[in-house]
């Protein structure tokens, strides 16, 4: 019942109230973006939804216009070269993120769950695939998000949504809801072509 229909009535609300409230910051973030460097304002990307439905995620515009379409940052060889000043910025802070909030409430994703796969991403969307990860909403942000983001390898990262999907419910929602907020004021996990970075930093410290 919750997902179903409250947590859908939780993320229409939500969503519609962030776009009020965070309109001001909305500008600031277009008018930054425009002076910074050419391009439009808004990127979109495929990304794997609900049952693995291919749909547009909705981002601020981080990388420069001739950055490669459809790469991961991760597997970018330089991606401190393709990222825009502000956009280093925005991805730190993941202000980079709000335009998502349009593809809540066009019912493509929710504010909690799984991070969206590239559509080209095949080993993580397997990888959710042995944990039903791809059955849910994509998330705004998720159980995987605040434990460790960008350092997680793909297992280990599938193996938290699995983890989420089990303890779905409103309190772990609102779990990952504040965690989130301490995470971003802390720039947790943030690490740019990082995936795996912390299962390498472990690697590194028993050699």
């Not at 962030?18 to 973006?33: E, H, K, M, R, Y």
Request: charged residues 25%; glycine residues 8%.
């Amino acid at each position: 019942m919750y997902q179903k229909v409250f947590k859908r009535v939780i993320d229409v609300v939500l969503a519609l109230l962030g776009l009020i409230i965070l309109s001001p910051v909305f500008l600031l973030i277009i008018i930054a973006i425009k002076v910074d460097s050419k391009g439009l304002i808004l990127f979109k990307q495929k990304r794997v939804g609900k049952d693995k439905k291919l749909f547009d995620i909705y981002k601020f515009r981080t990388m420069k216009v001739d950055t490669p379409d459809d790469a991961p940052t991760h597997l970018l060889k330089n991606p401190d070269f393709f990222i825009t000043r502000v956009g280093k910025y925005l991805r730190k802070t993941s202000l980079d993120e709000l335009p998502q909030l349009i593809n809540i409430l066009k019912g493509e994703m929710s504010i909690i769950g799984p991070r969206p796969a590239l559509w080209n991403q095949y080993d993580l969307i397997e990888e959710r695939d042995i944990y039903y990860a791809n059955n849910i909403y994509p998330g705004l942000t998720g159980w995987a998000q605040i434990n460790g983001r960008d350092e997680l390898p793909i297992q280990k990262k599938a193996a938290l949504d699995g983890e989420y999907i089990k303890n779905m419910s409103f309190l772990f929602d609102v779990k990952c809801f504040i965690g989130t907020i301490i995470s971003v004021v802390n720039y947790d996990g943030v690490v740019e072509g990082g995936t795996g970075s912390l299962k390498n930093r472990e690697a590194m410290k028993n050699d």
